[in-house]
């Protein structure tokens, strides 16, 4: 291959390149066409040794320079398949390596994220007890549209004084000791009167050289529970009631009000006290029964049952032992004021007629009383029996009446 020559005017004329072989010498396009084809047979099976490797592909694209619009159609969405397959890759590869957290620009907005999504109270306040920051749970507690507007405010601002006067002693009390405030129970009474629940969480806030400059502080409603917790006690105190209380008359029945007799006995003569029994039966209420009917004997037991709990102290006990008998246990009654006790008793009874359906009913009860310290403190089958003998020697004395049981002789000089 050489050169042609120059025209005599000194202006380039057209280039012309001899192939090996050849006497004439041939124009740029022509030499390009003419090496191109020569060429050929030897790109093609080295460009296919390298793209072999990627499978057997369509030959139009197999190629370097492909020979159709097919041919580079299909080299494009090869490689945006090839591309978007390793940017997959990478993100999966990115995800497992680093996990979700990476998706935050930084911790801090991590940490945002985080503090606003959970539902708890989160909040830190400065040495005054002024919000320096509050999640959006914080807000919602104390009626704020966001914890942004919470910010240099106190709870002063929310809450009546008295209340927010106890919040801010404990905060201050954990800023000047140093002692975290762990899960105590906070609440609020509302304007519509309910009571919310916290449970709260505060400690000392530091900065980096180990200052306290406020505190941290972290709450949970537990409104839920506590009325959950309130619902069950009330359940059980109900069913406690049920089990031990007549359902005429709302005493003590007779398993609680025997179980009681047996414990008072037992303390009265540990510590030596003075205890009196009383057992108190209406006059004639079988009568009552059978003329008016079962409903208005009913009516007669409950309004004395209200009557005996007007006449007796607040922590003297009443029950029913059945039908229409009643115990009475007096603690600190010796023998006299058991007698003065009784007769009242028996007077609320007597004094005014007793309303039912039918009308009023004048009814009487009569008495017997056992002071168990005159007694030597007996067993309790043993004071059933005394005082159930000198109640019905009150009947057979003429009813309406109180009658003390004797004790037996060598318990009489001590009989007041």
Known sequence: MRLGDLTAAGAPSETRFRMPGSSEGLAPPQYAAVTGTAMKPAIDPAFASHVGLTGNLPSSVARFYPESLLGWILLFFLIVIFFGACGLAW???????????????????????????????????????????????????????????????????YYPSDLAAGFYQD??????????????????????????????????????EGNTVGIIGIGRNITALKETEAELKRARENLHFKAT????????????????????????????????????????????????????????????????????????????????EFLVILGGCGAPEALTRADQLRLSIEESPIPTACGPLSL????????????????????????DVALYAAKADG????????PPEEFSETLL
């Not at 945002?112 to 749970?137: H, T, W």
């Not at 800023?175 to 969480?201: F, K, M, Y």
């Not at 179980?259 to 209406?282: F, K, Q, S, Y």
């Not at 009813?399 to 004797?406: D, E, F, G």
């Open 91 to 157: 993100r999966f590869a990115n995800s497992r390596l680093h996990g979700p957290g990476e998706h935050f620009s930084g911790e801090l907005d991590l940490l945002r994220a985080v503090m606003a999504s959970v539902p708890d109270l989160i909040y830190a306040k400065d040495l005054e007890s002024r919000f320096l920051f509050a999640n959006q749970g914080t807000a919602d507690v104390m009626g704020a549209p966001s914890g942004r507007e919470l910010r240099g405010k106190s709870d002063f601002d």
């Open 171 to 208: 905060e201050q009390k954990v800023i000047q000791t140093g002692v975290p405030l762990v899960s105590q129970d906070e609440h609020i009474r509302e304007a519509n009167g309910r009571i919310r629940w916290l449970l709260t969480t505060k400690v000392p806030f530091r900065d980096a």
């Open 399 to 406: 009813r309406n009446r109180c009658r003390l049981a004797m």
């Open 364 to 387: 009487t009860i009569s008495i017997g009383v056992l002071p168990a310290r005159e007694w030597g403190y007996p067993r309790r089958e043993d004071v059933l029996r005394e005082v």
């Open 245 to 324: 209380h007549d359902s005429l008359t709302s005493l003590l029945n007779r398993e609680a009000i025997l179980d009681m007799l047996g414990r008072e006995l037992a303390r009265g003569a540990r510590e030596h006290a003075a205890t009196a029994v009383l057992l108190a039966d209406l006059d004639h209420f079988k009568s009552v029964n059978d003329r008016f009917g079962h409903p208005v004997g009913d009516e007669v037991l409950r309004e004395a049952a209200r009557r005996f709990l007007r006449a007796v102290r607040a922590y003297d006990l009443v029950g029913r032992l059945g039908g229409e």
